[in-house]
C-alpha cells in the first residue's frame, strides 16, 4: 500500500469517528452539559439568570436550527401564532415543551439576526423568546445538544430555524453550515456540526492546502466529491474547492482550505483554536475565530 493511499485511509477513519461522535452523549469524564437544568427551570416557571443566550447548533438531518445558550434546540408550534405572536402552550403541555424564558426584552444571541428576536408576555409574567414572532420552546426529552426528538411531534413541533421558520432536513449533498461555538461565536462547520478550521501556513491566491501526510491525520481535510455541493448559513460566492495533492478536492471558503481537528469529538468543541499559534477556528468569511 502506498503512503498517500494509507493516509487517505486513515483520514476517513479519522473523519468517520468525528462524524459519527457529533451530537451523541458526552464520554466518561467529558463535561455534562447544563442544558437540562435550564429545561427544568422553564418547566417551573423560574428564570435563570441571564438565559437564554440563543444561538445555533448544527443537529444531524436536520442541519442549522435555533439553539438555547447550552445548544439544546429549540422549537416552534403550528398552534401558536407569530402576528400577534401568541403562545397556546400552557399546563401540561409547557410541562412537555419548556418555554424559552428571558429576563429582559433585550434577548442575547450568536448568529441570529438580532431584529427577529423579541419577547412576549405568558400567563404565569414570565418572558417567552420569540423569533419572527414565533415562540421558541425546548423539548422535556432532549437532555443533550445535538438532539431533536421533538421533530414533528403531533405533527405541529418542529425545530426551529435561525429565522424563525421551521428547519429543513439537509440536502444530501450538504457540505458546509455554521453553529455557534462558545467564546467563538458564530464558525463554519461540516454538516454534522464539526468545528472547521483554518491554518496560517495556508495560501489563498491561489487557494493551496500545505497539510499533508502526518498533518492531514492530524487536521483531515473537508473533502467533497465534486464542486456542486450545499451550503447552508454562508455566502456562496466565498465558496468554492482547491485540488489537493492525490487529486482530492478540498472545501475552501474565501480562498482558505478548510479543515477538522482529529481531537475535537462532540459538536461544539474547537480543542484545536489556537493550536501552534497556525490553526484557527474559521468563521463565516473566512477570517479567523
Known amino acids: 500500500m502506498t503512503r498517500t493511499r494509507a493516509v487517505a485511509l486513515a483520514t476517513t477513519a479519522l473523519l468517520g469517528a468525528l462524524l459519527g461522535a457529533c451530537g451523541q ?6 463535561a455534562v452539559p447544563a442544558g437540562p437544568d435550564r429545561v427544568a427551570a422553564a418547566a417551573g416557571g423560574e ?4 438565559a ?18 447550552d445548544g439544546l434546540t429549540l422549537y416552534r408550534s403550528d398552534r401558536d ?26 434577548v442575547r444571541s450568536q448568529g441570529v439576526d438580532q431584529a427577529l428576536l423579541g419577547t412576549l408576555d405568558r400567563p404565569d409574567g414570565t418572558r417567552q423568546v420569540t423569533v419572527a414572532g414565533w415562540p421558541v420552546y425546548h423539548f422535556a426529552a432532549d437532555t443533550a445538544p445535538g438532539r431533536a426528538g421533538g421533530q414533528g411531534a403531533d405533527g405541529t413541533w418542529f ?8 428547519a429543513l432536513p439537509p440536502t444530501a449533498d450538504l457540505a458546509l453550515a455554521t453553529a455557534s461555538v462558545g467564546a467563538l461565536g458564530t464558525v463554519l462547520t461540516d454538516r454534522t456540526g464539526m468545528t472547521l478550521y483554518r491554518s496560517e501556513r495556508d495560501t489563498t491566491d491561489p487557494p493551496t492546502s500545505t497539510c499533508e501526510d502526518a498533518c492531514a491525520l492530524r487536521w483531515p481535510p473537508l473533502l ?3 464542486p456542486d455541493f450545499g451550503v447552508q448559513g454562508v455566502d456562496r460566492s466565498l465558496v468554492g474547492t482547491t485540488t489537493r495533492a492525490d487529486g482530492r478536492l478540498q ?39
Do not use: H, M
Open 52 to 69: 437564554p443566550e440563543l444561538t445555533t447548533a448544527v443537529v444531524p438531518d436536520l442541519g442549522t436550527v435555533l439553539a438555547d445558550g
Open 25 to 30: 452523549p458526552g464520554r466518561p469524564g467529558a
Open 224 to 226: 467533497v466529491g465534486s
Open 251 to 289: 472545501v475552501t471558503v474565501a480562498g482558505r482550505p478548510l479543515y477538522l481537528f482529529a481531537g475535537d469529538r462532540l459538536c461544539g468543541d474547537a480543542g484545536g483554536q489556537g493550536l501552534d499559534g497556525v490553526w484557527f477556528a474559521a468563521r463565516t468569511d473566512g477570517s479567523r475565530a
Open 81 to 106: 401564532t407569530n402576528d400577534p405572536p401568541t403562545s397556546t402552550c400552557d399546563g401540561d403541555c409547557a410541562r412537555r415543551w419548556p418555554p424559552a424564558l428571558a429576563d429582559s426584552v433585550d
Open 47 to 50: 428564570i435563570v439568570p441571564g
Open 159 to 166: 425545530a426551529a430555524a435561525p429565522n424563525g421558520r421551521k
